[in-house]
């Protein structure tokens, strides 16, 4: 009955486990017109008699408001089932209705429509006043039910809000005081009623409420209960004493649902019951019940496919029969940790829109699935300019998990005299939480226009070495009738910049503007590009017009306007000296020669250095003139021998590695030639 609020709020106090349910019961003699009447009050022959079932509901809420007469606090019953058996000899007539067949609670304050129903599991027309079924064994009304066979009426009510009060009325006849079904004549009948009510293990007995017709004098008999045997905590008290007359018919009080237990039923040895009443004797009457008690049933949770980490299962737990089970953990559609859940699904049983089934007498298995959340990017169209058949350029609509980049998908075309302006939102965007719809806007245009572009080298050098500038010119002309504006040019290579001129603006190193370009007209810019140490071979230069207006309706034809031109760097040639072995310090010259052009130079090393020269394509011979008391003892690289001719290739570089071992020290060396005179015949 708590269990509910108890998981929602965890600081409820623990008086709010003791909630109460109070039951009171009014009776209502009418001939006339309706009277209050008080118990223990002689009635009419053949007369309306009605009774109103009161029910109401008592507790604490977590911020320890206690609910009274005038007071309200926030907490609400779960399944209250309410049972009335109605005194044998009564005709039961039919229920108190409403104008739309609801059946609500009121506070008990002011009388003002309050929180808690009964459940309409019926749904009889609005305008009928009850319906009995086809063999006449149960009459219905909007949720409450009569059966005729044990003469009982039997409704539900839900989240009975604490403070309020419902009233449910039971229309009754009755009869003569003789009864003409038996032999004998009757000169006194009395009428005895209670009502009980269950929610979960609390049950609970209203007061009784008796009225007689007939003589005051007669003799009587009583009808007591008692329970035997082990009684379970909790069981409401057994019906109060009632006193008969002999051969009244009496109806024996329903019998009493304990949670965990079966009850035997009312039994007596001083009468015959049948069909649940029995001919009052001219003695008194003991009618006892016992209890057994019974082995409760497992609910039990389970997931199918993949579920997310940090997903604790419901632990299993134990349920009676015909306990209202309310399903734990998680509902249909929430999220956890990036995944949805599904819901719990069963075969044993079948559960409510409210989530909460009646325990059979088996146990239960409810399966759970999740699934992986993702979120929904669409795309639409602004309602202004629209192209025939807008939807068919529509991107299809994708999904995407929370967290992911998001790239903004193109129209599927664009067809003659439109032209798609863009999506109104960012590329490479963060998918959130939620669905995305993504809009986007068309422009007519009249026709097209399409500038041309040309790029060159003004420079007059056939290669180029580290630190060079090499200069371009870039070509804009208007091959329209009519002037173009807002042509923007970009530089696609970052080493090379704008640099100013007339009839255009730099923007930034690599974008350029001219505002206008007459019908026939050109406009030339100029850029520069530095070459670097990384450079080799052929660059290749590109420059493109990225857009451009015109007034007159006319649009950029969507194509590429790109040029290029390229330019040599010159092939590097590079020497370097190493020394095995002992070091005698020395210094080491090469010459390097071209056997195809007039390229002469010298390059003096010293051990563990390098030189770098730069060369064009063509041979060269590469000689190092070795120091007398020095040798090569290898040559490695791009040539393996001193004095070998190097072909070197336009875009290639080189590098050639001289390895030298000290041999001895001579008597004479210097860094140029070395000159040795012999005298023959002399002293």
């Keep these: ?73 926030e907490i609400k019953s779960g399944l209250l089932k309410v049972e009335d058996k109605i005194p044998d000899g009564l005709e039961f007539t039919g229920f108190v209705t409403t104008s739309d067949g609801s059946i609500g609670a009121v506070k008990r304050s002011d009388g003002s429509s309050c929180p808690g129903k009964v459940i309409d599991d019926t749904n009889e027309q609005s305008t009928d006043t009850g319906v009995w079924n086809t063999d006449n064994t149960e009459y219905t009304y909007h949720g409450l039910h009569y059966d005729t066979n044990t003469r009982t009426v039997a409704f539900e009510v839900k989240n009975l809000k604490a403070g309020c009060e419902l009233t449910v009325g039971i229309k009754t006849r009755t009869p003569s005081i ?86 035997s039923g009312w039994t007596t040895s001083n009468a ?13 009457v003991v009618l006892t019940g016992s209890f057994t008690r019974i082995n409760p049933n497992r609910v039990t949770y389970q997931l199918t496919g993949t579920s997310p980490m940090g997903y604790v299962l419901p632990r299993e737990k134990e349920y009676f029969s015909n306990d209202v089970v309310v399903l734990d953990s998680l509902k249909e559609g929430d999220v956890f940790n990036g995944y949805r859940f599904l819901g719990w699904t069963t075969s044993d049983v079948t559960v409510s829109s409210d989530r909460d089934f009646k325990m059979p007498n088996r146990d239960v298995l409810l399966t759970g699935r999740f699934e992986e959340v993702t979120y929904k990017v669409s795309y639409k169209f602004y309602d202004g300019v629209l192209p025939p058949n807008a939807d068919n350029y529509l991107p299809v609509t994708k999904e995407y998990k929370p967290g992911v980049t998001v790239i903004l998908e193109d129209v599927l075309g664009e067809p003659s005299g439109y032209k798609f302006l863009g999506w109104y939102k960012e590329n490479n965007f963060e998918m ?82 001219i505002d206008t370009i007459p019908a026939g007209g050109s406009v030339e810019l ?82 563990n250095e390098c030189e770098t020269v730069f060369v064009d394509p063509s041979t060269y011979k590469i000689n190092e003139i070795v120091p007398q008391e020095y040798r090569i003892k290898t040559v490695t690289g791009a040539i393996n021998a001193n004095n070998s001719n190097l072909v070197v290739e336009e875009g290639n570089n080189y590098e050639i590695t001289y390895t030298n071992e000290f041999v001895k020290k001579g008597f004479l060396h210097s860094f140029g030639r070395v000159v040795n005179k012999v005298v023959q015949g002399g002293n």
Excluded at 7 to 28: C, E, P
Excluded at 240 to 261: I, K, Q, R
Excluded at 275 to 284: D, H, I, Q, R, V
């Design 272 to 284: 015959t019951i049948t069909n649940g009443s029995f001919k009052m004797p001219s003695t008194n």
């Design 432 to 513: 959130p939480e939620e669905d995305v719809v993504i809009y986007g806007e068309w422009k007519q245009v009249a026709g097209t226009f399409e500038p041309t572009i040309t790029k060159e080298v003004i420079s007059t050098k056939n290669y180029y070495r580290l630190g060079d500038k090499v200069e371009f010119k870039i070509t804009i002309t208007n091959t329209a009738s009519f002037s173009i504006k807002d042509i923007i040019v970009k530089e696609n290579n970052e080493n090379s910049i704008f640099k100013s001129g007339t009839n255009y603006s730099v923007e930034s190193d690599h974008i350029a503007k």
């Design 526 to 607: 100029f850029a520069t590009y530095t070459v670097l140490a990384s450079d080799s071979g052929t660059i290749t230069n590109e420059a493109e017009i990225k857009g451009a207006l015109a007034d007159n309706g006319y649009e950029l034809k969507d194509k590429e306007y790109k040029a290029s031109d390229s330019f040599k760097i010159q092939s590097k040639l590079k020497i370097c000296k190493t020394i095995s072995g002992n070091y005698n310090e020395n210094v080491f010259q090469f010459h390097i020669t071209g056997n195809t052009n007039n390229y002469e130079t010298w390059i003096v090393l010293e051990n």
């Design 1 to 73: 009955m708590i269990k509910n609020e108890v998981n929602k709020v965890r600081t409820i106090w623990v008086i709010f486990f003791v909630a109460a349910l109070v039951f009171l019961l009014s009776l209502i003699f009418s001939k006339s017109f309706a009277v209050l009447l008080e118990n223990d009050v002689e009635v009419s022959e053949n007369s309306e008699l009605i009774y109103y079932l009161t029910i109401s509901y008592d507790g604490v809420d977590k911020n320890g408001v206690k609910s009274d007469s005038t007071t309200i606090s």
């Design 178 to 263: 003789d009864d003409p079904t038996t032999p004998e004549r009757e000169i006194r009948r009395d009428f005895y009623n209670f009502a009980t009510a269950k929610e979960k293990d609390l049950l609970v007995k209203s007061n009784t409420v008796h009225a007689f017709m007939g003589s005051e004098f007669a003799t009587l008999y009583n009808v007591s209960y008692e329970y035997t045997g082990e009684v379970p905590a909790g069981v409401p008290t057994a019906p109060s004493t009632a006193s008969y007359a002999e051969g009244t018919s009496v109806g024996v009080a329903p019998n009493v649902d304990v949670l965990g237990y079966t009850f």
